[in-house]
């Protein structure tokens, strides 16, 4: 069966960083748009990044916009988001998800069928 594992959460204070990882198994990460979300304590799931199956075009929430970066390896099957200047609001259960689709589009929720158990980002003020 497919399964998306994600790692690198951890804390950090407000101003560093963190690389997230995720890995998957019986899905290639080549062929599919694969997106990274997260969802904060009493929030709903939000997009943070996206990256189209070709790459290296991404899209990103406006909240991240030039302190995250997506990527990834396709000879590791493996997605990435570089996370720099964190910011006590960026605290929130990170998930990687793979989707249907070739390209991000809007990465709604919905456009994604496989999801990890997610990984728990805090930052400290």
Do not use: H
């Amino acid at each position: 069966q497919v399964q998306v594992v994600e790692s690198g959460g951890g804390l950090v204070q407000a101003g560093g960083s963190l690389r997230l990882s995720c890995t998957a198994s019986r899905l290639n990460v080549a062929d599919r748009a694969m997106a990274w979300f997260r969802q904060g304590p009493g929030k709903e799931r939000e997009g943070v990044s996206c990256l189209n199956y070709i790459g290296p075009a991404a899209n990103y929430a406006d909240s991240v916009k030039g302190r995250f970066t997506i990527s990834k390896d396709n000879a590791k099957n493996t997605l990435y988001l570089q996370m720099n200047g964190l910011k006590p609001e960026d605290t929130a259960m990170y998930y990687c998800a793979a989707s249907r689709w070739q390209m991000c589009g809007q990465f709604r929720v919905s456009d994604f069928d496989y999801w990890g158990q997610g990984t728990q980002v805090t930052v400290s003020s």
